[in-house]
């Protein structure tokens, strides 16, 4: 992820934010941003490049996670300005 990202100056849950260079598989595109779930620390949120929109929730070996995906989207879960 290091070649593809850069970190914000952005924190969620104490975790640090990324910013995507370009895209990355199916569900992160160039401009998304990103972090590691904090509380269990085994899936990536991925968000638009707003921050406002839950694009994607990935496990850490790159798979959709539909369930929580559809949690954070319910949720209407979005990253600090």
Do not use: C, W
Request: charged share 30%; hydrophobic share 30%; glycine share 8%.
């Amino acid at each position: 992820m290091k070649d593809i990202s850069k970190k914000t100056s952005k924190l969620y849950q104490g975790q640090s934010v990324y910013l995507a260079n370009k895209p990355v598989g199916d569900y992160i595109q160039k401009g998304d941003q990103f972090y590691l779930d904090a509380k269990h620390k085994d899936h990536i949120e991925v968000f638009d490049s707003t921050g406002t929109k839950v694009r994607a929730v990935l496990n850490l070996d790159g798979s959709f996670n539909d369930a929580k995906t559809k949690a954070a989207k319910a949720e209407g879960r979005r990253l600090p300005k």
